[in-house]
């Protein structure tokens, strides 16, 4: 196990990220191994790191060892926001620790429903197949499917939590060697400083969009084929958790605190991860 920690840190307790980052699988788990997954562990580390948060980075974990870690995460205090990914295979509902055994994501969202995280803004990135179905980059008629999806993994998602999912429920994300397309482009638009002080939402439809239009995988077997992001959120406020506070006023100055505060609160309601 691999363990890296961010040098920049706030003073007292800060905002923590935690990646969880499986690249390699135990011998005889039929798993192919994931080899950009590296890449995007040490981009998420560079680009967090900068923007203030505590950064664990945990590789090849096995599916105990995931719940046991997220498990005590929930547990330990932090600042105003705290963000988990979660990188490796995976099916709907779950993605598979290093011994090929399933870590059930509904199991890992409760975890934080509880006083220590009470009020903290939540942020999980999943990177992950949800099926195995290619995106064509069309409409599909699938609504019964998300709806029943959508409403089953809700109901685990604790209140002011975020999930952003690589891809659609059914459906394969992609992972390259250079990385993953959907965290690589998070990294790149928190790494482009006009970004940072967006909304959270704002942020997280701007992600959408940008791997949506423009990426486009290559192969004979998976050419063409797109990749759209899916993204639930329990949130009650909005949420400004990478801006830098003080700077060109407005959002910039509210940070994850404005959960707490409603004052604060604006008036308007590659190959195959």
């Not at 063409?224 to 009650?236: A, D, H, V, Y």
Request: hydrophobic letters at 35%; one cysteine or more.
């Amino acid at each position: 196990m691999l363990q890296w920690r961010g040098l920049k840190e706030h003073r007292g307790e800060g905002n923590r990220a935690v990646v969880v980052s499986v690249a390699n699988y135990d011998p005889g788990v039929e798993l192919g191994r994931r080899p950009g997954a590296a890449r995007d562990a040490k981009r998420l580390h560079r680009t967090l790191s900068k923007l203030g948060f505590k950064v664990d980075i945990h590789s090849d974990l096995s599916s105990d060892e995931i719940h046991q870690l997220f498990l005590k995460e929930s547990r330990r205090p932090v600042k105003d926001c705290f963000l988990a990914v979660l990188s490796s295979h995976g099916e709907e509902g779950c993605v598979f620790g290093a011994d090929g055994k399933p870590v059930q994501l509904s199991r890992i969202f409760t975890y934080f429903d509880n006083q220590c995280m009470e009020n903290k803004a939540k942020l999980f990135l999943i990177q992950a197949c949800r099926g195995h179905a290619l995106d064509d980059g069309v409409e599909v008629d699938s609504a019964a499917d998300s709806t029943e999806f959508s409403f089953s993994q809700y109901l685990s998602v604790p209140v002011d939590t975020a999930v952003m999912f690589a891809t659609a429920p059914g459906y394969v994300a992609f992972n390259h060697l250079s990385g993953s397309v959907f965290l690589q482009t998070f990294c790149s638009l928190l790494d482009e400083g006009g970004n940072r002080n967006l909304e959270l939402t704002r942020l997280m439809t701007r992600l959408s969009r940008s791997v949506a239009y423009n990426f486009q995988a290559k192969g004979r077997d998976v050419g063409g084929k797109k990749e759209m992001p899916c993204f639930l959120t329990r949130l009650t406020r909005e949420v400004f958790p990478f801006a830098e506070p003080g700077k060109d006023g407005g959002a910039a100055e509210l940070s994850a605190t404005s959960l707490l505060h409603s004052e604060n609160a604006r008036t308007r309601t590659p190959s195959i991860s």
